[in-house]
């Protein structure tokens, strides 16, 4: 019964997080400001952080051109996707989820901030 109960526990956890949810793209938008600085959204070209174009559900450190961090490497060798999930814990604060990454950033403490800015790059940078 207690195992049950964690279960239930933890599956309504999983969904409250806002990583399953749908987010608004519009506020996204807004959001992403922060992150275009370093970041393109809209072309497959390098700045200070590696292009976003296709990155939803990507092997983590797979642009050509762009000098990754050992760390992302590592992740990129062990198999870490970008998927929806893991993007949200990335973007909560990245040097938690792999820690000695090169991305300055500090992260999105709000989880409506980060399911918006995913669902606005989901849906800008579809890989043509």
């Not at 519009?26 to 959204?41: L, Q, R, S």
């Not at 062990?78 to 792999?98: C, H, Q, S, V």
């Amino acid at each position: 019964m207690k195992l049950r109960t964690a279960a239930v526990v933890l599956c309504a956890f999983a969904f409250s997080t806002g990583a399953n949810a749908e987010g608004d793209i519009e506020a996204g938008m807004k959001v992403f400001k922060k992150c275009k600085a370093c970041h393109n959204i809209d072309k497959e070209k390098n700045k200070v952080g590696p292009h976003l174009v296709g990155v939803v559900d990507r092997a983590a450190a797979m642009v050509e051109g762009y000098r990754y961090s050992k760390a992302m490497k590592a992740k990129g060798e062990e198999g870490l996707m970008w998927t929806e999930e893991n993007l949200d814990a990335y973007l909560m604060k990245p040097k938690d989820f792999i820690p000695k990454t090169k991305m300055a950033f500090p992260g999105l403490k709000k989880p409506e901030d980060r399911v918006n800015v995913i669902a606005y790059i989901k849906s800008a940078t579809k890989a043509e």
